[in-house]
Structures are given as structure tokens and as C-alpha cells.
């Protein structure tokens, strides 16, 4: 997460477009973010050792220095 002047713009990732859906929507409702964009991604990773590749959606989340931490719960939920 970056911090400038107020503005944050936060990444994260879900498995597929309806659970990105679902979470730019809460995340709205609760008035945390100003904006999502999502975008379709393709990830590259090793996971137990072995290389994997998904495809995710990328949520840029648009939000104020002050929404930070209830953001920060709110995904993690």
C-alpha cells in the first residue's frame, strides 16, 4: 500500500470476478473506499515447491489515510 498526501491506493487479489465483486461492493457499502477497478491478472507463484499459475482479479482500491486500518480489517475478513 502506498501513502501520498492523503490518498492510499491499495492491491489485493481474489480467485475469481464474483468474489472481486463481492468485495468492491462491501467495501463500498461501508463507505471505506472511494473507487475499485478490477482487472484480470494471471499469477505466477511457487507454492509447496512446485510453480503454479492462476488466474485471479486484481482489485486497485482507491480510499483516505483515515480508512486505512477499517480497510485493512475489512479485507482481511
Not at 49 to 66: F, R, W, Y
Amino acid at each position: 500500500m502506498t501513502e501520498t498526501s492523503g490518498l492510499v491506493l491499495a492491491l489485493t487479489t481474489e480467485a475469481n470476478a464474483a468474489l472481486a465483486q463481492n468485495l468492491a461492493r462491501a467495501l463500498l457499502e461501508r463507505r471505506l473506499v472511494a473507487c475499485v477497478s478490477m482487472h484480470p491478472v494471471q499469477s505466477h507463484y511457487r507454492w509447496d515447491g512446485a510453480l503454479q499459475c492462476s488466474d485471479e482479479v486484481q482489485l486497485l482500491i482507491k480510499t483516505s489515510a483515515q480508512h486505512l486500518d477499517a480497510l485493512r480489517l475489512a479485507v482481511s475478513e
